[in-house]
């Protein structure tokens, strides 16, 4: 069982593929309802209604020596453990993928090294902006005034932990 970083990591990645801009990444967790829901949005590409129906298809890709496995495999992740997976995508706009998971789930993978995954995403891409956001509430104002700047990424995180690696790299509010 694949931690979901991992899985994160493989839907951003097929983002970066789509030539996307941004990529925003939201997990939140809802323990009253026992649900932990994982957002990919990107401004990529897109896909046509074609490819879109053949993306849950094991084996399908448009890659050369790729397997066609990421999307289907964390589908299966999300139902494994009770949850749902969806992904809308449109050609020319792009896509945004969620899995919801029941949270309690004995078979719910671990949500892993997210502060690895949004590394690894900005460091090999300084030039697309990579929005991370986990726990739904936003850092205050001054706190983010006195990290931002031009620099073209940005990341933000509620959580000081995860936000700790990330020192050198610009955070802003979009919304
Ligand atoms: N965000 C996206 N934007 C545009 N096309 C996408 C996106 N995500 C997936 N696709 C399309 O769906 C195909 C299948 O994606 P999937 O992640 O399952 O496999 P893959 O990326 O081709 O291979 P693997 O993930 O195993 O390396 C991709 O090859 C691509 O054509
Ligand atoms: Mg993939």
Redesign the pocket.
Known sequence: MEDLSLHIL??A???L??H?SRIEIVISSDSRNDLLTIE?S?D????DPD?LA???D?F????RK????????IAQAAELAEGKFA?E?TSGK??R?KAVFRLSHIDRPAVGDMAGTVLTLIAGHPEVDILYEEGGMARSADWIQRRSSMNSRACRSTSRQSLQPYEQCSIRILS
């Open positions: 493989d839907i990645e097929n983002a593929r789509a996307a990919v990107d990529g590409k897109g896909m490819t053949k993306v849950r094991p399908f890709t448009t890659k790729k397997t066609g496995l990421g999307i289907p495999l992904i995508s792009g896509t993928v």
